[in-house]
């Protein structure tokens, strides 16, 4: 291996499963130097893609690691680990047997409670982009709005009440809000009527270091409960974070669960236990997992790289 880790990122196109594998590259590249070539994978049949030839095109570095997330990656990932010899690494619980896989990097409300097997690291939440909490000066609020999911049906109006609300009481503050894939045609126009003091951007006009770095910029946070991902990329950033409820489809689910875990630990503070007078309280920690995976990856992997740190 060169002084440079040589990272292979193979991508399904969902932008989710694409910043879960950049944040763990991301948090690589801050512990030692690294370059990471992205290798966009088409849809395939599951097991012909497992028994793919993993040879790449000779402008692609040989990787010293693989990673991936997404169902529709793993086959290429494992045909490409098996060819050069790389570990491979994988987001969330994958289709196939963990034990396929180098490791795994799974959320602990995936694991239903199970302890992790030797291969697995339990997160808690997906792993993101958002860099550790700078010096930056943080002055703004943000909001973050999902839509409806298979976990959640959707308010808008309770959301237009919550969120006037919490802009008025917090006026003296810069407020953004932006949305998602999921939102309803017309809710961030309905919610800017609602609150002139809003200024909107829509998640179609934001590039891809939009967020991270609006979350640097912010104080506090309040994001709809359906945007999981969302939430935990507002506790990692170091903001304060509230929560915006909306009607909950499988109030015993796993989303659930998880959500209600994070307010009874004291990372999220619902709106309707929210004192309008009393700033958001501090959460007990800053969520760094995607650090915490890196320090992994090269632990178990790479150990001169680690005992170089």
């Known amino acids: 291996m060169s002084d440079v880790l040589q990272i ?9 499963h694409e910043n879960q594998s950049r944040g763990l590259a991301e948090a690589l590249g801050r512990l030692t130097p690294v370059h990471v070539t992205l290798l966009p994978v088409e849809k395939r049949h599951l097991i012909a893609s497992l028994f793919s030839s993993g040879k790449l095109h000779e402008d692609i570095p040989r990787p010293d690691l693989v990673i991936g997330a997404g169902h529709a990656v793993h086959g290429r990932m494992l045909a490409i680990s098996r060819s050069s010899e790389a570990p491979c690494v994988v987001m969330m619980k994958p289709t196939l047997p963990c034990n396929f896989f180098d490791l795994c990097l799974i959320p602990r409300h995936d694991l239903r409670g199970k302890p992790p097997r030797t291969n697995m690291v339990a997160t808690r939440g997906a792993l993101n982009r ?3 909490p700078g010096i930056r000066s943080r002055s703004s609020g943000l909001i973050m709005v999902g839509g409806p999911s ?11 009440t919550a969120v006037c609300a919490i802009i008025n009481a ?3 503050r810069a407020w ?3 949305d998602s894939r999921r939102s309803p045609d017309g809710e961030l126009e ?17 590039g891809r270091d939009w967020l991270p770095d609006r979350l640097s910029e912010a104080t506090e946070v309040w994001v709809s409960e359906d945007s999981v991902s969302m939430i935990y990329e507002a506790l990692s950033s170091g903001a304060q974070v509230g929560l915006l409820s909306v009607p909950r489809l499988k109030p015993n689910g796993r ?12 990372y999220l503070m619902p ?3 929210w004192d309008r007078v009393t700033p958001l309280p501090e959460a007990p920690e800053v969520l760094r997992e995607s650090e915490r995976c890196a320090v992994e990856v090269l632990k178990r992997f790479f150990p001169k790289l680690a005992d170089a740190k």
């Open 255 to 266: 989303v659930a669960r998880g959500i209600d875990e994070l307010i009874a630990d004291g």
């Open 8 to 16: 292979l990122l193979l991508t399904d196109g969902k932008p989710g």
């Open 176 to 178: 953004r809000i932006t």
């Open 170 to 172: 917090c006026g003296d």
């Open 150 to 160: 298979s976990s959640y049906a959707w308010d808008s109006e309770g959301i237009s």
């Open 130 to 132: 958002v860099p550790p």
């Open 271 to 273: 709106f309707s236990k």
């Open 190 to 206: 309905a919610l800017a009527e609602a609150c002139p003091a809003l200024v909107t951007h829509p998640h179609a006009t934001t």
